[in-house]
């Protein structure tokens, strides 16, 4: 195997290390899950321009009678890809003491204030930063207002 391959193979298994992660672990980290919420896709242009890189060098690595390892670790990687990008739902994940956002704990003691747009995005302002949080379905907003009036 190449140094190629072997980069592949990292990035492979890092991205999976990820999804086993988002899926599997992280609901069963700090506490039982009192509601998980789907959030609207970003980025599905990055996802189509990511997917297409990487068949155009599963074409020429093909065309250019590349090994075949290579072709394989990189058809592993599309596919990871099309998951994480399509497949895979983004979510907000509420414990008991907080939430996960982005994959990134946040105790509900950061939160400072919370605002709701016109376009329904609900706003949480914490110390130094500001969380946009995109519902897929609006009515999940009210869902979200009673169990964090409830925690505090």
């Not at 690595?61 to 072709?71: F, M």
């Not at 990008?85 to 003491?97: A, C, E, G, V």
């Amino acid at each position: 195997m190449t140094i190629t391959d072997w980069v592949l193979v990292l990035f492979i298994v890092a991205l999976l290390a990820y999804a086993i992660y988002d899926q599997f672990i992280m609901p069963h980290l700090k506490g039982p899950v009192l509601l998980a919420i789907p959030l609207l896709r970003r980025g599905r242009v990055d996802g189509i321009i990511f997917v297409g890189l990487v068949a155009i060098l599963i074409y020429q690595n093909v065309n250019a009678n590349g090994q075949l390892i290579t072709t394989w670790l990189l058809c592993a990687l599309a596919l990871m890809g099309l998951y994480l990008f399509w497949i895979r739902t983004p979510k907000i994940i509420f414990k008991q003491q907080g939430f996960y956002f982005a994959n990134v704990w946040i105790a509900y003691t950061r939160i400072k204030q919370m605002n709701l747009s016109e376009d329904g995005v609900l706003v949480m302002q914490l110390e130094h930063r500001r969380l946009l949080v995109r519902v897929r379905n609006i009515d999940d907003l009210e869902r979200i207002y009673k169990l964090l009036s409830s925690s505090q």
